[in-house]
């Protein structure tokens, strides 16, 4: 396609009114935002984020949460939508607040609010961390008091913070002392109880038990052998009183082997009893009565006839009597023991079993103290770290420099908006011109006919125009002229008057673009 520069210049004289009017219109509205908006202010407060006051190699507090972790969670909470309506209707940042939706006051609170971060923000970090708060509205003072009020509301946070988790932290290891202390003496009671219901089979007296057992068994065999030597004399003296004609120096010899096994017998009693046992004194009642009949057939008085055998039967009842006697002794021992025996076989059959269950059940109180001493030892270092966070001794957030009351407008830029305004309407009339030119698809030129036909035309004739027509078309293009110069101020005017302001539709506009 040729370019047929004198044909555009005349297309651009042509369209220059409608390109003006474009131009004009974005211009003027632009400028008059630029000088209409109102002054804005801005300010800001500086926060430091110091190190605990107190060194953590001698006590450190329990709330271990980094500079940068603790900040997000502070400006989370610190940006509600709770918070910025509370503070946009305390200080009436905006005009007509009352009349404006909550959404759009919270929307403008926090594109008005910010709250910025620098340095490090680790507890390993080597640079300080700093909190920044800035706010921009219509109002000096207004912005003053909103950042300050930030400002406390961030120094409230973090106190809240670090206090309300120390708090927790310490509540929970009461909670976990006083658990572990009533689960302490549960199991003790439990081993109290164990060692009470077992206390003839305990591990820690298998020893006694076992030598106990020796002794047992040593006095039953003892015993038995006692038992059947009493039954072989309480025999003997059966057969001897069936036998009346037996001599009495026989009979006194029978008393004396009685007398010598009931001294033995009686030196055995005195090694195991004390004098004052009923065995021990029934045995030597018998062996005074065997004393009394050996000494008295000693001595050669035992009379003749039938007086003789008189007192020879009653020596022999006598002496059969405490033959049963012994008998019956010996057997109630061998009862006894046997019975004792028994019991101590039990026990130290059921001592393996009790020495596990013992075992386990210390085990477990051996752990449960464990855990104990631990959650104690927690809990000390619970109440020193509540005891740091609540006299403000740990990481802290200092104002180091706070809001003042602005002296100059921080905005509108009002020469950037009028820039742009122009470059807009010069960049919307050029695109009206360049989209009429694609859009136009009419042969205007000779060139054009030869290019889409692929034809030579022999002559062109212009179109001759008569000269009222003339008149007409440069009356209508010095109107429009007049037209935009003169209606688009109007407009303005009339718009900005009794429909919206320019300046609050400029702002709307910018903000949609991301300008704003």
Do not use: C
């Not at 040729?2 to 474009?22: Q, S």
């Amino acid at each position: 396609m040729n370019f047929d520069l004198g044909f555009y210049w005349t297309l651009f004289l042509r369209r220059l009114p409608v390109m003006t009017l474009f131009v004009l219109l974005i211009s003027g509205l632009g400028l008059a935002a630029a000088f209409k908006l109102p002054e804005t202010y801005a300010t800001s407060a500086r926060l430091l984020f110091e190190a605990p006051q107190i060194p953590t190699d001698m006590v450190s507090s329990t709330v271990q949460t980094g500079a940068a972790e603790q900040l997000d969670i502070i400006q989370q909470r610190l940006l509600t939508r709770a918070n910025l309506i509370d503070i946009a209707h305390r200080f009436n940042v905006f005009k007509d607040i009352r009349e404006m939706e909550p959404d759009r006051v919270f929307t403008a609170m926090r594109s008005a609010t910010s709250i910025r971060r620098q340095g490090g923000g680790g507890r390993n970090s080597g640079g300080a961390t700093l909190l920044i708060i800035s706010f921009e509205g219509r109002s000096p003072q207004i912005v003053a008091n909103v950042v300050n009020e930030l400002v406390t509301l961030v120094l409230q946070e973090n106190s809240r913070f670090r206090v309300g988790r120390a708090e927790k932290t310490l509540e929970f290891f009461e909670q976990e002392v006083a658990r572990l202390d009533d689960e302490l003496t549960r199991r003790s009671v439990e081993i109290s109880r164990f060692k009470s219901e077992n206390a003839r089979a305990l591990p820690q007296d298998q020893g006694y038990r076992l030598g106990r057992q020796n002794i047992l068994q040593e006095r039953l065999d003892s015993l038995r052998r006692d038992l059947l030597v009493a039954k072989q004399r309480r025999e003997a003296l059966e057969n001897e009183g069936e036998a009346p004609s037996r001599p009495a120096v026989a009979a006194r010899s029978a008393y004396e082997d009685q007398l010598l096994a009931g001294r033995a017998e009686l030196d055995r009693l005195r090694q195991t009893y004390s004098e004052s046992n009923p065995r021990v004194i029934r045995l030597k009642d018998r062996m005074d009565r065997l004393e009394a009949i050996v000494a008295a057939g000693n001595s050669g008085t035992v009379p003749a006839g039938s007086e003789d055998d008189s007192r020879r039967l009653a020596a022999l009842e006598a002496a059969q009597v405490e033959a049963d006697s012994a008998i019956t002794a010996l057997q109630a021992q061998i009862d006894a023991t046997t019975s004792e025996l028994e019991e101590l076989s039990k026990n130290i059959a059921a001592s393996a079993p009790n020495d596990l269950k013992l075992a386990e059940l210390e085990r477990d109180y051996q752990i449960v103290q464990t855990r104990y001493n631990s959650a104690v030892s927690n809990l000390n270092s619970a109440r020193m770290g509540e005891r740091i966070e609540a006299t403000a001794q740990g990481q802290r957030i200092n104002v180091i420099e706070n809001a003042s009351v602005p002296q100059i407008p921080s905005g509108p830029d009002r020469v950037l908006i009028a820039a742009i305004s122009i470059v807009g309407g010069l960049g919307v009339a050029v695109a009206y011109f360049v989209l009429l030119e694609v859009l136009n698809r009419s042969i205007r030129r000779p060139a054009e006919l030869s290019e889409r036909f692929q034809v030579m035309p022999i002559a062109t004739i212009p179109y001759m125009e008569s000269r009222s027509r003339k008149i007409v078309r440069r009356s209508a293009r010095v109107a429009a002229t007049l037209a935009v110069l003169v209606g688009v101020p109007a407009a303005l005017w009339y718009v900005d008057t009794n429909y919206l302001p320019l300046e609050v539709i400029v702002q709307k506009g910018m903000g949609k673009l991301g300008l704003g």
